[in-house]
């Protein structure tokens, strides 16, 4: 193989070879002939050269050493510092692959395995730790003082069930099981259409998929009185009034109570029915 020798020129004027470790070369770019690095006045283009044929990639000063990437793709098969801690900072997104439903690209991500519940305190303040439990598969996360079971599912604070909208809705209206999988406005001068099943979360044109709140609060009310108690009304489809039906054959069916002006509390019982 043909070698290329550096000389220098000596204070005397005489050439010499450029063989210790003093000797330096300065160059304001290079090319290679037939692709690979390049390196210019802004840094060093890989050129297309595999970066699996360098040994590594080494920030001699952390605090101020970086890889810029300013277009394009990144991509590292390994990037985490073993024994280190590794902090990514960003302005933007961080998006995980996206993946289809094989073996071989469901392992995009994987979380930290212990064989038990976790116990041990992490050594970086703050919450949003996961470990993945793998001799009971649960999953935990770090609340900032204490692990908690992910897999404990807490009491629903409301219960919402789709149906099929049988008329034109709105957010609020009182509804009935009307037909198969089908609501309609509820009324309580009607012994079927008083029986009072929940309200609509949101507006649904008839034939509409619609999402029916049962138990739980429910906003979108207007001009409730707070703690007062809300029948299903007797004279307005789908609505309620804090006013008891009074008028024969009459359903009293409470709908719940007030919690503000705007917010009912769901409460559905049957009281009875008038004479």
Do not use: C, H
Not at 2 to 14: M, N, Y
Not at 178 to 207: E, P, Q
């Amino acid at each position: 193989m043909a070698q290329i020798l550096l000389l220098k020129i000596d204070t005397d004027g005489v050439p010499l070879e450029m063989n210790s470790t003093s000797d330096d070369i300065t160059l304001n770019s290079f090319t290679i002939q037939g692709g690979g690095p390049v390196l210019s006045g802004t840094g060093l283009d890989l050129n297309t050269q595999s970066a699996t044929d360098a040994t590594s990639f080494q920030v001699t000063n952390p605090a101020t050493g970086y890889l810029n990437q300013t277009a394009g793709n990144l991509v590292f098969d390994n990037i985490m510092a073993k024994d280190r801690s590794n902090t990514m900072t960003t302005a933007a997104d961080i998006l995980f692959p996206v993946v289809t439903d094989t073996s071989g690209q469901l392992d995009a991500f994987r979380l930290p395995q212990v064989a038990g519940i976790p116990t041990a305190t992490p050594t970086t303040s703050g919450e949003g730790f996961l470990v993945w439990d793998s001799a009971d598969d649960k999953l935990f996360a770090w609340t900032g003082s204490a692990w908690e079971d992910l897999s404990i599912v807490q009491a629903a604070n409301a219960i919402d069930d789709t149906y099929t909208a049988g008329v034109i809705l709105t957010a609020t209206n009182a509804v009935y099981l009307s037909a198969s999988n089908t609501v309609s406005k509820a009324l309580a001068d009607s012994s079927a259409a008083s029986r009072l099943l929940g309200f609509a979360t949101a507006g649904a044109a008839a034939a509409a998929p619609v999402n029916v709140r049962k138990i739980g609060k429910l906003g979108g009310f207007s001009l409730l009185t707070a703690g007062a108690r809300y029948y299903v009304d007797p004279s307005t489809a789908g609505a309620i009034t804090a006013t008891t039906p009074i008028g024969s054959g009459n359903t009293i069916v409470q709908a719940g109570y007030a919690a503000t002006a705007s917010v009912l509390d769901i409460q559905i019982q049957q009281l009875g029915r008038r004479a």
